[in-house]
């Protein structure tokens, strides 16, 4: 099939009708407008506060945080141009979707290495200081984005390869299978995905359980232990999914054929908008000095905006 019967038969499978895609959008915007008002007042709160700024458990949450906003950003543009626009220029779609994948392949990479430096502090805590400096952290941080840079930019490089001039200044349905349609390029996503998913399966098992064992062991409060791996469990398992959204994806089209707009939109939604609004309470709200802190800035706002 080629590129234009392809476009076609995707407009005629995404099309959806005016009430949805006005309901769709709404919804999306609100919750990404949300979300990136909680996470902004957290960088203000880590900006403002010294205290923050030499702990490596916070430079590693406000990365994520950062990171957070900007997949969110791209991820709501994306859709709600997609749906105004219904097709973007091959060039615009390439940017937006180059930024949104390395960000959503950051966010799991950004807690594996939340994961070790917690399982430092707890079962190494002697050595925590000496190992987890404020310069190996930011080193740690721009490996994350190095790794998953190089996890997709052989698709972009391919893809400059093996298409004509004319593709790039042509229009499509902003989608990666769209973008990069080359079949090599999906079996090597898939490839590594599962070396992605097996590396950060293993690192957040093997810290989260002996961090719990550790707690236990030392007679420390072991249910908030508890509390903490349970959250970061289904954090994790909806942050692993942004792995597989087209297995996930395909296997609901196949169930349900009629439903493709539908499909695509809760499984998006429930993959890249939901673990960031699990972020800000897990790593911000939970915790007693970001939370004070957060406390006093919010307050503050609330007195300044109500002055004449």
């Not at 859709?79 to 392949?105: D, K, M, W």
């Not at 996890?151 to 990666?176: K, M, N, Q, Y």
């Not at 898939?190 to 093997?206: E, G, P, Q």
Request: with cysteine; net charge positive; aromatic share 12%.
């Amino acid at each position: 099939m080629n590129i234009s019967s392809a476009n076609v038969t995707l407009m005629i499978q995404y099309r959806d009708s005016f009430s949805k895609a006005a309901t769709m959008n709404v919804i999306i915007v609100a919750l990404g407008i949300s979300i990136n008002y909680i996470n902004a007042n957290l960088i203000q709160t880590f900006r403002k506060h010294q205290i923050f700024h030499m702990n490596p458990r916070y430079i590693l949450f406000i990365h994520l945080v950062i990171n957070d906003m900007i997949l969110l950003t791209m991820f709501v543009l994306i859709q709600v141009l997609s749906y105004i626009l219904f097709t973007l220029n091959v060039s615009l779609c390439i940017f937006l979707l180059l930024v949104a994948i390395q960000t959503n392949l950051n966010t799991p990479l950004n807690l594996a290495v939340m994961a070790v430096e917690c399982y430092i502090a707890v079962c190494l805590p002697l050595r925590h200081v000496w190992i987890c400096t404020k310069k190996r952290i930011y080193i740690a941080i721009g490996l994350i984005w190095v790794t998953s840079g190089l996890s997709f930019l052989p698709d972009l490089f391919v893809t400059l390869a093996t298409e004509p001039h004319g593709f790039f200044h042509s229009r499509i349905f902003c989608l990666r299978e769209t973008v990069f349609p080359n079949p090599i390029l999906s079996k090597k996503r898939d490839i590594s995905y599962i070396a992605f998913l097996l590396l950060v399966w293993f690192t957040l098992f093997y810290t989260y359980f002996r961090i719990l064992f550790t707690a236990k062991a030392v007679a420390t409060d072991a249910k908030k232990a508890r509390n903490t791996v349970l959250l970061h469990g289904i954090q994790l398992i909806l942050c692993m999914l942004t792995y597989v959204p087209h297995l996930v994806i395909s296997g609901l089209t196949y169930l349900f054929p009629g439903g493709v707009p539908a499909i695509r939109f809760s499984v998006y939604v429930f993959i890249q908008i939901m673990p960031r609004l699990i972020s800000p309470i897990i790593y911000g709200l939970r915790d007693k000095t970001f939370r004070k802190h957060l406390k006093r800035h919010l307050l503050c706002k609330m007195h300044n905006g109500s002055e004449p």
